[in-house]
């Protein structure tokens, strides 16, 4: 017996009440005046019985409604054998489809790849009893799909969640059914550890036939011209950027600008931003400005506004950037290191500040990370480095190069095409691992996941609330009590 | 014409009693019958004719030609007021007694009315005539159940009002004080009064008709009971069946006349049993 909504059980309570009037009606008998008492039974016979209820056949039949009308509220579920045999064979089936840019490749028989899987999920979805399993060669579960879902999403792994909370309001066994091409991180292990044991899994790769393992991807940023070459190398992807300014001639960056006291420190600040965005080893035109760099005041009279778009895009990104806010914070409290004699920083931050104003004469500097007090740990400006526009980042924090290296990583990582490269994966997940995650459905462990919707026995038990409904007043009539509502009021 | 004296011409025309006939034997004038010679009898009524045929003495009897003087004794207390709803057992005691009273003043005797309740007694003598009827049949109708009664007193008193021999007729449900009431109803008795009692109950009252439980209030005490209805029902209606055997069995030692009437019964149908079972018992009491 399955109870789908085992909270009407909480009806119950209401037996108190009627069991309550049974006690207490026998206080509140009607009057009836009369001519003699002499020959009537002594009231103290009488004494014993008050403690208990009266009428004790219409009590029961009163209970019994109740608790019978609490079990039909309950909504049970007889799991008889057919119906057991109904839940094997049913399965509610959730088809993810991967419609990433990677899936319009042409598969063997000159379609795209991504029109194949959705043809396939389309007949995975509404195929009932005709199939004997979606992913029978991945492993998953056999029968019917009593309902089924279609989910295209360039994002497979990011929607498990939602297609395991469909599969949850089901009836009968979940499947879910993953067609991609499994690209290296299409769906990842800890994605699929949030699907239920229960629900099976089924990864079947649809993709373009001939599998590429390199790629070149152009695209543009700002007035740069981008382009990343990606090239499969065992189980991982290597890609190689190149950046190119509006004369085609390739840059490379970033530029930090040092004093001659600083040349340690501008090295580790390169390499910890450097390694904190991996893949940006060529990012252009961005030059990092180190407290102590002796041309400050030149390189600050040159500075113009951000008036490229890209530029915006990074400042915006820097303001972001939990790292940086993490490491202007530290800065604010640590103290400022000993500053070269001349230079513009490595003084208080407020007299930093007061030489770029007298420098610049207009606000041409823009302030990206602040410290608690609101003093800029780092300005934005548009400079010319080299005779090539740049976009400067001034450290004035004085930490000792940590907000300087967070700026530098934080910029390396705003604005990547890390999306657009991604498609060009050309390493795969191994049918080996897919073959690992798959596994058939099973019943589900709360077997009133597996009734269908709107079944339910309680039809039953209200026909025989009726027909408790029917003896109680027969009894009442024939007793002379009044009905329950009456009795209590 | 008031509602219960045409009630009551209703009852008695129904009942067709016939001529009441007095059932003191004596010295009258309309020859009875011959009874032996006993010393001392008075010898004008001895019958020369027949001891002259037969050597034997007899004396002749006569039939009294004398007014019979009848008093109503009307318990008017609270439980006569029983039901409440439908016929109470005062408004047929007041049918039952307003007939009466018309029998009995129509064949030209007297009745007077006695009712008491709460310690008062209200007294109207016995006379006969159409004024008295109209008199008497007005006092009951306006009679309401009220209080309590000593039905001794009012027995007692009610005997003493009629003087000579005459006919005591206590119509009441007997509940109170039944060592008291069967003690003057056998003074009466003895008193030489032709006494006979009407008990009147409901229905409602020789069996309970309520179910679960009851809350009974005494019409007259006002003390409450809670009783299951259904389960005192048994016992009750055998309580109140010894009751009424034992105001029967105590009248009949009494020499008291005993009439149980239900206000279910027709009224004509009760008086015409209870006029005839008198006539009955006085001519076996002749014929003796």
New interface residues.
């Given amino acids: 017996m399955i109870w789908q909504n085992p909270w009407a059980w909480l009806g119950l309570l209401t037996l108190a009440v009627p069991i309550l009037v049974h006690l207490l009606a026998r206080q509140r008998a009607p009057r009836q005046p009369f001519p003699s008492l002499r020959f009537l039974p002594d009231a103290r016979l009488l004494t014993a019985r008050r403690a208990r209820p009266t009428d004790l056949l219409l009590l029961a039949l009163r209970l019994l409604i109740l608790a019978v009308t609490a079990a039909a509220l309950a909504q049970p579920y007889l799991l008889t054998g057919e119906r057991a045999a109904w839940q094997a064979r049913t399965v509610a089936r959730a088809v993810v489809v991967d419609t990433s840019a990677s899936m319009g490749g042409l598969g063997a028989n000159g379609q795209a790849a991504v029109d194949a899987a959705l043809a396939e999920a389309e007949r995975l979805a509404s195929a009932a009893g005709t199939d004997a399993g979606a992913g029978a060669g991945a492993g998953a579960g056999t029968g019917a799909a009593a309902t089924g879902l279609v989910i295209p999403t360039a994002a497979p792994g990011a929607v498990l969640g939602g297609a395991v909370a469909w599969l949850a309001g089901q009836p009968g066994m979940a499947e879910l059914v993953v067609l991609s091409d499994f690209q290296r991180g299409a769906v990842d292990s800890l994605q699929l550890a949030g699907v239920p044991d229960h629900v099976g899994l089924s990864l079947r790769r649809v993709g373009a036939a001939v599998a590429r393992d390199s790629f070149v991807w152009t695209g543009a940023q700002g007035e740069l011209a981008l382009t990343a070459r990606t090239t499969a190398a065992g189980d991982t992807t290597e890609v190689a950027w190149t950046w190119s300014g509006e004369s085609g001639a390739p840059v490379s960056g970033p530029v930090v600008l040092h004093g001659p006291e600083e040349g340690a420190l501008a090295a580790a600040v390169r390499q910890a931003g450097l390694a904190s965005a991996p893949t940006a080893q060529d990012f252009p035109l961005l030059a990092l400005v180190l407290p102590g760099y002796p041309a400050l005041e030149t390189l600050l009279a040159e500075a113009r506004p951000l008036d490229a778009p890209w530029m915006g895009d990074v400042v915006a990104a820097l303001g972001r950037d939990a790292a940086l806010a993490a490491a202007v914070e530290a800065a604010s409290s640590a103290a400022p290191p000993a500053a070269p004699a001349g230079a513009a920083t490595g003084a208080r931050v407020p007299d930093a500040l007061a030489a770029l104003d007298g420098l610049t004469g207009s606000v041409v500097l823009t302030a990206v990370a602040r410290m608690p007090g609101g003093e800029p740990a780092v300005l934005a400006a548009h400079v010319p480095v080299d005779g090539t526009d740049h976009l400067a980042l001034v450290v004035l924090a004085a930490d000792g190069g940590t907000t300087a290296a967070a700026a530098l990583a934080a910029a390396l990582q705003a604005g990547w095409p890390v999306a657009a490269v991604a498609e060009t994966e050309p390493v795969t997940l191994s049918g080996e691992w897919l073959e690992r995650w798959s596994r058939p459905a099973t019943p589900p462990p709360s077997a009133a996941a597996a009734v269908p919707p709107g079944a339910s026995d309680g039809r039953w038990l209200w026909g025989v609330v009726l027909l408790l409904l029917g003896a109680e007043t027969l009894v009442r009539r024939r007793t002379g009590t009044l009905p329950l509502a009456e009795e209590a009021s | 014409m008031g509602s219960l004296e045409l009630a009551a011409r209703i009852v008695v025309d129904g009942a067709q009693a016939g001529a009441h006939r007095s059932v003191r034997r004596g010295g009258g004038t309309e020859f009875q019958q011959h009874r032996p010679y006993h010393p001392g009898d008075d010898l004008k009524y001895l019958d020369w004719k027949l001891l002259a045929r037969t050597d034997r003495l007899h004396t002749r009897q006569f039939r009294e030609a004398t007014r019979l003087d009848a008093m109503l004794v009307l318990d008017t207390s609270a439980?006569?007021a029983?039901p409440?709803t439908g016929v109470a057992?005062l408004g047929y005691a007041a049918i039952l007694a307003a007939s009466l009273a018309r029998v009995i003043i129509t064949q030209g005797d007297a009745c007077g009315l006695l009712t008491a309740s709460d310690g008062r007694l209200d007294y109207l003598p016995a006379r006969g005539g159409r004024p008295q009827l109209r008199t008497l049949t007005g006092r009951i109708s306006a009679l309401t159940g009220h209080g309590a009664w000593d039905a001794a007193r009012a027995i007692g008193r009610g005997a003493e009002l009629l003087g000579r021999r005459g006919v005591l007729l206590v119509l009441s449900?007997f509940?109170d004080d039944e060592e008291g009431t069967r003690a003057a109803l056998t003074r009466a008795a003895r008193g030489g009064h032709d006494v006979a009692m009407l008990q009147l109950l409901?229905d409602a009252?020789l069996t309970l008709p309520?179910?679960?439980?009851?809350?009974?209030?005494?019409?007259?005490?006002g003390?409450?009971?809670?009783?299951?209805a259904?389960a005192?029902a048994e016992?009750?209606a055998a309580?109140?069946h010894a009751?009424v055997t034992r105001c029967r069995t105590g009248a009949s030692r009494a020499g008291v006349d005993h009439h149980l009437a239900t206000t279910a019964d027709a009224p004509a149908s009760v008086l015409r049993a209870f006029l005839l079972r008198r006539n009955a018992a006085a001519h076996a009491a002749g014929a003796r």
């Fill in positions: 439980s006569m029983f409440e057992k449900d509940y409901a009252e309520a179910r679960g439980e009851v809350e009974f209030q005494d019409l007259e005490s003390a409450r009971r809670v009783v299951h259904r005192a016992s009750y309580a109140v009751f």
